[in-house]
């Protein structure tokens, strides 16, 4: 067995997407290449219903797969295709857009006002971006969740851990997509084959993982005094570690545990033309679909 390095550690960036969302984008519009087949990964966080309530009104996409994992608050979704739903806490939507959808998701917060999930897009390979669009809404309840002797516990969304497999099926990337919480002080190794790309995000607790530096928190505003002043935020940690290759990856909590998503999938080593939400092969494509969003043929039977 080899313990995969960390190739780099990187703080999320704070960002606004939709109407005026904010939130910690842990990688994309990037190098695709480097955790192909991911091509994004969003962790949208707030307590302040300002923050999030506006939300993320109508938009396309074509030629990805969406996948939203929410753990506090709901997310109540709509498409152009006259599906609706609302996610709740540890429920996930895989959203596979293929040809093409318009879609909006509109953030709810608890009753504290506490909202808090993550969204990753992942690539569709060629031979499947003008599919047909499909949803897999899966309730917290059909996630499987394993628990070690030592007190790891990991929820199974996707893929095979531990003699269990995630409820979500069918996707291109035959992707693994784990929500693992460890005790504070443990160490422990999961195995990742060595032929995928993997990272894992850090978003409670602290960890250290094999040849890492130790993680840090991301620069956030905060008011001291009546002034705003900027920190490093440690309680949640919102920390990207991309693993170099090997079969294993070692992590040691640290002394308040650790929570983290572990995300590893097969690369699909073909080009990619990106255009916002609309990933295709070639710029073409891409002008294609812009075209046809502007002449009103974007929506296909």
Same mark, same amino acid.
């Given at each position: 067995?080899?313990?995969?390095?960390?190739?780099?550690?990187?703080?999320?960036?704070?960002?606004?997407?939709?109407? +005026?969302?904010?939130?910690?984008?842990?990688?994309?519009?990037?190098?695709?290449?480097?955790?192909?087949?991911?091509?994004?990964?969003?962790?949208?966080?707030?307590?302040?219903? $300002?923050? *999030?309530?506006?939300?993320?009104?109508?938009?396309?996409?074509?030629?990805?797969?969406?996948?939203? *994992?929410?753990?506090?608050?709901?997310?109540?979704?709509?498409?152009?295709?006259?599906?609706?739903?609302?996610?709740?806490?540890?429920?996930?939507?895989?959203?596979?857009?293929?040809?093409?959808?318009?879609?909006?998701? #509109?953030?709810?917060?608890?009753?504290?006002?506490?909202?808090?999930?993550?969204?990753?897009?992942?690539?569709?390979?060629?031979?499947? &971006?003008?599919?047909?669009?499909? *949803?897999?809404?899966? &309730?917290?309840?059909?996630?499987?969740?394993?628990?070690?002797?030592?007190?790891?516990?990991?929820?199974?969304?996707? +893929?095979?851990? =531990? +003699? &269990?497999?995630?409820?979500?099926?069918?996707?291109?990337?035959?992707?693994?997509?784990?929500?693992?919480?460890?005790?504070?002080?443990?160490?422990? $190794?999961?195995?990742?084959?060595?032929?995928?790309?993997?990272?894992? *995000?850090?978003?409670?607790?602290?960890?250290?993982?094999?040849?890492?530096?130790?993680?840090?928190?991301?620069?956030?505003? &905060?008011?001291?005094?009546?002034?705003?002043?900027?920190?490093?935020?440690?309680? +949640?940690?919102?920390?990207?570690?991309?693993?170099?290759?090997?079969?294993?990856?070692?992590?040691?909590?640290?002394?308040?545990?650790? $929570?983290?998503?572990?995300?590893?999938?097969?690369?699909?080593?073909?080009?990619?033309? =990106?255009?916002?939400?609309?990933?295709?092969?070639?710029?073409?494509?891409? #002008?294609?679909?812009?075209?046809?969003?502007?002449?009103?043929?974007?929506?296909?039977?």
């Amino acid at each position: 067995m080899s313990i995969r390095p960390v190739a780099r550690t990187a703080a999320g960036q704070r960002t606004l997407e939709g109407a +005026g969302v904010h939130l910690s984008r842990a990688f994309g519009f990037g190098d695709p290449s480097e955790l192909d087949p991911f091509l994004m990964l969003d962790d949208f966080r707030n307590d302040d219903p $300002r923050h *999030y309530e506006k939300g993320f009104p109508w938009h396309p996409h074509r030629g990805i797969e969406t996948i939203t *994992y929410v753990l506090a608050g709901e997310v109540e979704h709509g498409d152009s295709l006259g599906n609706r739903g609302v996610l709740g806490g540890g429920d996930v939507q895989w959203m596979t857009a293929g040809r093409g959808i318009m879609h909006q998701e #509109m953030p709810r917060g608890d009753a504290l006002g506490r909202m808090h999930g993550f969204q990753l897009w992942a690539n569709l390979p060629a031979a499947q &971006k003008m599919t047909a669009p499909r *949803y897999q809404d899966v &309730k917290s309840g059909e996630i499987p969740t394993v628990t070690d002797d030592d007190g790891t516990a990991v929820r199974v969304v996707c +893929g095979d851990f =531990w +003699g &269990k497999s995630g409820p979500v099926d069918g996707i291109a990337a035959d992707p693994r997509f784990l929500d693992i919480s460890m005790p504070p002080g443990l160490s422990k $190794r999961f195995k990742v084959e060595v032929d995928r790309h993997a990272f894992a *995000y850090v978003f409670a607790g602290r960890a250290d993982f094999a040849y890492a530096s130790k993680p840090f928190g991301v620069l956030v505003e &905060k008011e001291v005094n009546g002034e705003e002043v900027h920190v490093r935020d440690m309680s +949640g940690d919102r920390t990207l570690v991309v693993f170099d290759r090997g079969d294993e990856v070692s992590v040691k909590a640290g002394p308040e545990g650790v $929570r983290f998503l572990l995300v590893s999938g097969a690369p699909l080593k073909e080009p990619v033309a =990106w255009h916002g939400p609309i990933v295709m092969n070639t710029r073409e494509e891409i #002008m294609q679909a812009v075209k046809e969003l502007r002449n009103g043929t974007f929506i296909r039977a």
